[in-house]
Structure formats: C-alpha cells, structure tokens
C-alpha cells in the first residue's frame, strides 16, 4: 500500500512559478515509478510528467515541456514538480500518483493516487 499526500499548490499570477512536493509513504519508494496528472474543471485527467525508480528517465507532456520538471529524491521518499512560465491554462488540481513498477513510459497506468492539490493561475 503506498499513501501519497501533495503539497506546494496555490494561486500565481501567469509567467509565475510553483513547486509542487508529494511525499510517499511506500518502504519501496525507491524502486517505483512516480507521475503528476492533472485535471482542469470540466475536463479529464491528463498526464503530466512521469519519472523511473532512479530518476534517470523522464517523461513530460508536450504542453508542460520545457516549463514543468519532475524529479524526486529517494532519501526523502519524495517527488517533486517545478512549474515555471504558468499559463492561465495550467490551473487544475495536481494529482501525485506511484506505479507497481520501476519504469515509465508512454501511457503508463498508476495504481496509488493522492488527494490533489490545487493551482490557479490568473492571467
């Protein structure tokens, strides 16, 4: 069983930036993959960013790349994401999600999810 609890999200002016931390309760964090997922009102759940057991592998949407970064700290059994550059079109909550597996990759699917965490950005 793995617990994920969000942190980091709130309201920033667009062009602003937010980092936003989850911290996993998982002994085996460190040999599980991790994403961000986020979902805007009235739309569905899109993924965001996904990174491997090692943090050697990455993954990021074309609408994040180059503004949002996932990485994670295995001593801390946390995964970040840095958003920079935000668009009034990233607001959405921010989901925190862990795989069975090590590896990440295109359409992967996550088994553990946390509550979310909320970001508004106003143009």
């Known amino acids: 069983q793995v617990q994920l609890v969000e942190s980091g999200g709130g309201s920033v002016q667009a062009g602003g930036s937010l980092r936003l931390s989850c911290a996993a309760s998982a002994r085996t964090f460190s040999s599980i993959a991790m994403g961000w997922f986020r979902q805007a009102p009235g739309k569905e759940r899109e993924f965001v960013a996904g990174?491997?057991?090692?943090?050697?592998?990455?993954l990021h949407a074309d609408s994040v790349k180059g503004r949002f970064t996932i990485s994670r700290d295995n001593t801390k059994n946390t995964v970040y994401l840095q958003m920079n550059s935000l668009k009034p079109e990233d607001t959405a909550v921010y989901y925190c999600?862990?795989?069975?597996?090590?590896?990440?990759?295109?359409?992967?699917?996550?088994?553990?999810w946390g509550q979310g965490t909320q970001v508004t950005v106003s143009s």
């Open positions: 990174i491997n057991w090692t943090g050697g592998s990455t």
């Open positions: 999600a862990a795989s069975s597996f090590g590896g990440v990759w295109p359409g992967q699917k996550y088994q553990y």
